[in-house]
Protein backbone atom coordinates (compact mmCIF):
# COMPACT_ATOMS: atom_id res chain seq x y z
CA UNK A 1 0.00 0.00 0.00
CA UNK A 2 1.09 3.29 -1.42
CA UNK A 3 2.25 5.96 2.01
CA UNK A 4 0.63 9.32 1.56
CA UNK A 5 0.86 12.46 3.88
CA UNK A 6 -2.02 14.68 4.09
CA UNK A 7 -0.83 18.62 4.39
CA UNK A 8 -3.41 21.06 5.05
CA UNK A 9 -3.53 24.52 4.63
CA UNK A 10 -5.86 27.53 6.82
CA UNK A 11 -6.25 30.86 5.38
CA UNK A 12 -3.67 33.18 4.55
CA UNK A 13 -0.94 30.13 4.97
CA UNK A 14 2.10 30.37 2.39
CA UNK A 15 1.69 27.21 0.67
CA UNK A 16 5.19 26.29 -0.33
CA UNK A 17 6.87 26.94 2.87
CA UNK A 18 4.64 25.01 4.49
CA UNK A 19 5.05 22.00 2.30
CA UNK A 20 8.54 22.11 2.27
CA UNK A 21 7.92 21.89 6.25
CA UNK A 22 5.64 19.14 6.38
CA UNK A 23 8.09 17.03 3.93
CA UNK A 24 11.04 18.12 6.51
CA UNK A 25 9.28 17.28 9.54
CA UNK A 26 7.96 13.76 7.99
CA UNK A 27 11.65 12.81 6.35
CA UNK A 28 10.16 12.34 2.85
CA UNK A 29 12.50 11.57 0.25
CA UNK A 30 10.09 11.58 -2.63
CA UNK A 31 6.91 12.56 -2.81
CA UNK A 32 4.82 13.15 -5.89
CA UNK A 33 1.08 15.44 -5.94
CA UNK A 34 -1.53 13.09 -5.86
CA UNK A 35 -4.73 15.91 -5.62
CA UNK A 36 -5.63 19.29 -3.79
CA UNK A 37 -8.46 20.67 -2.37
CA UNK A 38 -9.37 24.17 -1.57
CA UNK A 39 -8.32 27.41 -3.03
CA UNK A 40 -5.32 29.96 -2.91
CA UNK A 41 -4.83 33.57 -3.47
CA UNK A 42 -2.33 36.43 -3.87
CA UNK A 43 0.10 33.81 -6.10
CA UNK A 44 2.56 33.75 -9.22
CA UNK A 45 2.66 30.86 -11.45
CA UNK A 46 4.89 30.80 -14.65
CA UNK A 47 2.37 29.97 -17.00
CA UNK A 48 2.12 27.58 -19.43
CA UNK A 49 1.48 30.28 -21.66
CA UNK A 50 4.89 31.61 -20.73
CA UNK A 51 3.73 34.50 -19.17
CA UNK A 52 4.31 35.11 -15.70
CA UNK A 53 1.32 35.89 -13.41
CA UNK A 54 2.40 37.81 -10.42
CA UNK A 55 0.24 39.01 -7.84
CA UNK A 56 -3.19 37.29 -8.89
CA UNK A 57 -5.26 38.58 -5.74
CA UNK A 58 -8.43 36.80 -6.26
CA UNK A 59 -9.42 33.56 -5.39
CA UNK A 60 -9.01 30.64 -7.76
CA UNK A 61 -9.89 26.85 -6.85
CA UNK A 62 -7.19 24.24 -7.47
CA UNK A 63 -8.79 22.37 -10.72
CA UNK A 64 -5.89 20.12 -10.92
CA UNK A 65 -2.44 19.41 -9.37
CA UNK A 66 1.27 17.41 -10.83
CA UNK A 67 4.66 17.78 -9.70
CA UNK A 68 7.11 16.03 -6.61
CA UNK A 69 8.91 17.13 -3.99
CA UNK A 70 12.78 16.14 -3.62
CA UNK A 71 14.80 15.55 -1.26
CA UNK A 72 18.17 17.51 -2.00
CA UNK A 73 22.01 16.56 -0.89
CA UNK A 74 21.95 19.83 1.51
CA UNK A 75 18.94 18.34 3.53
CA UNK A 76 16.72 21.23 1.65
CA UNK A 77 13.90 20.42 -0.53
CA UNK A 78 12.88 21.14 -4.29
CA UNK A 79 9.12 21.91 -4.77
CA UNK A 80 7.87 21.71 -8.81
CA UNK A 81 3.93 22.31 -8.06
CA UNK A 82 1.56 22.42 -11.35
CA UNK A 83 -1.52 23.80 -10.65
CA UNK A 84 -4.55 24.33 -12.81
CA UNK A 85 -6.92 26.85 -11.47
CA UNK A 86 -10.09 28.16 -12.13
CA UNK A 87 -11.87 30.89 -10.98
CA UNK A 88 -13.98 30.75 -7.81
CA UNK A 89 -16.26 33.56 -8.99
CA UNK A 90 -18.40 32.35 -11.73
CA UNK A 91 -17.08 33.46 -14.88
CA UNK A 92 -16.53 32.49 -18.51
CA UNK A 93 -12.94 32.90 -18.17
CA UNK A 94 -10.25 30.14 -19.02
CA UNK A 95 -8.28 28.11 -16.75
CA UNK A 96 -4.75 28.96 -16.47
CA UNK A 97 -2.09 26.72 -15.40
CA UNK A 98 1.33 26.79 -14.77
CA UNK A 99 4.34 25.87 -12.11
CA UNK A 100 3.52 27.52 -8.52
CA UNK A 101 6.52 30.53 -7.38
CA UNK A 102 4.33 31.41 -4.42
CA UNK A 103 0.60 31.59 -3.28
CA UNK A 104 -1.61 31.81 0.17
CA UNK A 105 -3.98 29.45 0.79
CA UNK A 106 -7.31 30.92 0.69
CA UNK A 107 -10.06 29.60 3.41
CA UNK A 108 -9.33 25.87 4.15
CA UNK A 109 -6.72 23.84 1.37
CA UNK A 110 -5.40 20.80 1.50
CA UNK A 111 -2.68 18.59 -0.81
CA UNK A 112 -2.51 14.84 -0.71
CA UNK A 113 1.20 13.61 -1.58
CA UNK A 114 1.98 9.83 -2.40
CA UNK A 115 5.16 9.54 -0.98
CA UNK A 116 8.40 6.95 -2.60
CA UNK A 117 11.93 5.99 -0.73
CA UNK A 118 14.97 7.08 -3.13
CA UNK A 119 16.64 3.75 -1.00
CA UNK A 120 13.52 1.74 -2.08
CA UNK A 121 13.60 3.01 -5.69
CA UNK A 122 17.41 1.84 -6.14
CA UNK A 123 17.42 -1.23 -5.08
Do not use: W
Request: glycine share 6%; with cysteine; proline share 2%.
Amino acid sequence: MEKQLVISFSDGEDVLAGIKEAVKQHDVDLARFRSADGCLKDFELISDDYKDLKGVPEEHFVDKVSGRVLKQKDENYSVDLHLTLLKKVASKTNPVSGELRKGLASGELTFILTLSSLKSMIH
